[in-house]
Nanobody, 113 residues
Framework: QVQLVESGGGLVQPGGSLRLSCAAS????????MGWYRQAPGKQRELVAR???????TYTDSVKGRFTISRDNAKNTVWLQMNSLKPEDTAVYYC???????WGQGTQVTVSS
């Protein structure tokens, strides 16, 4: 079955950086589009970034210029490099196979001084 395992979350000060990883199994990774979503307390889950099988990527406006999504098909892994983090980036971050209902367990990112 499809399994997505996220890692790399943690507590970071404003302006800091984190790199999230998502290791996928049970899919032909290179043929699938992958996405990172986040859900803050009391808010709906929202798309952060998506990378297509072609390698092209899209970002939500609030993270453009700060976050970078990338993938390595040989390692079945997708990353989210997050720079210049802000308190409003605090959320649980989830990996997703787009456009399916396959999700990881999530990793907590907390941006606070």
């Amino acid at each position: 079955q499809v399994q997505l395992v996220e890692s790399g979350g943690g507590l970071v000060q404003p302006g800091g950086s984190l790199r999230l990883s998502c290791a996928a199994s049970g899919i032909i990774f290179g043929l699938n589009h992958m996405g990172w979503y986040r859900q803050a307390p009391g808010k709906q889950r929202e798309l952060v970034a998506r990378i297509y099988s072609s390698g092209s990527a899209t970002y939500t406006d609030s993270v453009k210029g700060r976050f970078t999504i990338s993938r390595d098909n040989a390692k079945n892994t997708v990353w989210l490099q997050m720079n210049s983090l802000k308190p409003e980036d605090t959320a649980v971050y989830y990996c997703n196979v787009y456009p399916t209902d396959h999700w990881g367990q999530g990793t907590q990112v907390t941006v606070s001084s």
